[in-house]
C-alpha cells in the first residue's frame, strides 16, 4: 500500500500556556496516537515561528527536537519569517534557508507572516526558496490586522504575481481565503467557509490550471469544505488536480476533529473517485513532491 502521508500539522515538545479555549498545540507522542487512529504514517512538521501563528512562538529548534522523538514518522519544515534577523527590504535568505534544508527540512512554512504578498521581504524570501529549492506552504490571509496569512485580494492576486515570478518555487495553497475561492465568492464568504453547490468561475481552479507550481494543501476545514460542500463538485476537482492535490489534517489541538479521513475513504470505496486519485492526494504526490 502506498504511504498515506499528512502534509501539514504543528507539534510541541511539552505542554505550556494555554489559549483561550484551554487548548495547546499537541505533543509528538499525540500526534503520533492520532496518526496511529487516522492510518497515517507520516506527517510534516510546520514550526509556528510567527508572532501571529498562535497563542505562543516556537523556534525551528523546538520543532525539530520534537519530530526527532519519532523519526521515521514526521518530515520536518523549517519556518523563516520574513522580517527575520535585520527585518530588512534586501535581506539575503539563502543562508538560513540553507542551513535547514542541511539539517533534513524539505520545506518552508507556515508561512503566516501578515503581511502582502508584494511585500519586497516576502518576495526575497521566496527569492531564497526558490534558489535553495524549499517548497512554501503559505496561508493566505483576506485582511491586514486581527489575522494571520500573506494578504491578498479578492481572486488570489497576489499569489497570482508570485506563482508568474518564482516559476521554479512550488507553493503549496492553504487557509480559509485560499479554498474558499474554488469558486466566486461575496466578501461576506471570503476568507470563510461558503456552503452549497460550488459555481464556475473560481480563483483556485483556474490559477491549479495555469501554474504547474501550484499545489492543494487540504487540512483543515478550510480544504476539507472545498471538496465537501458540493461533493459531487469536488470528486470532479480531486480528479482534476489528482496530482497536486494533498492530504492533510491541521492538528492544532489533540482534539481536533479529522472528517477528511472519511470524506476520502468514503469517496474511493463508494468509487466516486478512483484508487489511482486516492493513492495520489492521500500520500504520492506528498512525497514525490518533498522527495521522502
Known amino acids: 500500500m502506498p504511504p498515506v502521508i499528512d502534509i501539514h500539522s504543528h507539534v510541541i515538545l511539552r505542554k505550556g500556556f494555554l489559549n483561550t479555549r484551554g487548548e495547546t498545540a499537541a505533543t509528538a507522542a499525540e500526534l503520533v496516537a492520532i496518526m496511529d487512529r487516522c492510518g497515517v504514517d507520516k506527517m510534516v512538521i510546520l514550526p ?3 508572532p501571529e501563528a498562535l497563542h505562543f512562538i516556537q523556534s525551528n529548534e523546538e520543532a525539530i527536537e520534537a519530530c526527532d522523538q519519532f523519526p521515521d514518522r514526521f518530515i520536518k519544515f523549517c519556518n523563516v519569517d520574513p522580517r527575520i534577523e535585520n527585518n530588512g527590504l534586501n535581506h539575503d535568505f539563502v543562508r538560513i534557508l540553507q542551513y535547514y534544508k ?7 512554512g507556515e508561512l503566516v507572516a501578515n503581511l502582502w504578498w508584494d511585500d519586497p ?11 535553495v529549492g524549499l517548497p512554501v506552504t503559505f496561508h493566505v490571509a483576506e485582511k491586514e490586522f486581527n489575522m494571520y496569512g500573506l494578504i491578498s485580494e479578492p481572486g488570489l492576486g497576489g499569489l497570482e504575481r508570485a506563482l508568474k515570478k518564482f516559476p521554479r518555487l512550488q507553493f503549496i495553497g492553504h487557509s480559509q481565503a485560499f479554498w474558499s475561492e474554488v469558486g466566486p465568492v461575496s466578501e461576506e464568504e ?32 478550510s480544504g476539507c469544505n472545498a471538496v465537501k460542500r458540493d461533493p ?28 477528511l479521513v472519511d470524506f476520502m475513504r468514503d469517496a474511493a470505496g463508494a468509487g466516486r473517485i478512483t484508487r489511482t486519485v486516492y493513492d495520489k492526494v492521500m500520500g504520492l504526490n506528498a512525497a514525490a513532491l518533498l522527495k521522502v
Open 121 to 131: 521581504r516576502v518576495q526575497r524570501l521566496f527569492e531564497g526558496c526558490q534558489e
Open 232 to 259: 459531487e463538485w469536488g470528486y470532479a476537482f480531486l480528479t482534476e488536480f489528482q496530482d497536486r492535490l494533498m492530504f492533510g489534517l491541521d492538528i492544532c489541538a489533540p482534539g481536533n476533529p479529522t472528517p
Open 102 to 108: 542541511d539539517l533534513g527540512c524539505k520545506g518552508m
Open 190 to 221: 471570503r476568507g470563510r467557509y461558503p456552503a452549497g453547490p460550488v459555481r464556475p468561475g473560481g480563483a483556485v481552479p483556474r490559477l491549479l490550471r495555469e501554474y504547474p507550481n501550484l499545489w492543494g494543501d487540504l487540512s483543515a476545514g
Open 48 to 50: 509556528l515561528t510567527s
